[in-house]
């Protein structure tokens, strides 16, 4: 395992986790649908438990939370940037469109997030003794979440955009209604949406 690259991914995991509170604290902002505005605030405070969470890890093992890199900045920069466009959409003044671009920058956020707790559990599973527990302890309470996150909000962009092109959509999308958490649930989910338009 290299070690200094562990680091490194916990410091881009912790930023990128800080950064989408505020990515999240934004899109509840540019939600129109109340489903996806109810949706975006569980995330929210599941998302500051992950802040959390790499905190407890950092202080468990040893680690400083402010550590620079030039990773960290750049994740730092990206967020932000998700958050400017947010803000810029919603200052046009199309709240349709404001919902839609922050479903595509949810998309963006989730799925770096997505990759590094996925990342994390691998290591989890390379390691051994304190540092693997504590990893391990980690991803266990936050992956599953990660995976709602990403495909749900995947499933809103596109069902949102579906509509928005004058389509029949499904809302809540096929991937909130059963409940999925894996890529092959997705998949499945999306494929069921032209079953579901018949009933």
Known sequence: M?????KELLIQALEHERGGVEVYTTAVECAVNEDLKEEWQKYLGETRRHVEVLTGVFESLGLDIEEDSPGRRIVHDLGQSLVAAMQAALQAGQPEAAELVACECVVLAETKDHLNWELLGRCADKLRGAEAKILQSAAEEVEDQEDEH???TRGWCREL???SLGMKAVLPPPEEKKQVKTAIGASRAEHSRDQMLKH
Do not use: D, S, V
């Open 150 to 152: 990403l495909y749900h």
């Open 2 to 6: 290299n070690k200094a690259q562990l």
């Open 161 to 163: 955009w579906i509509a």
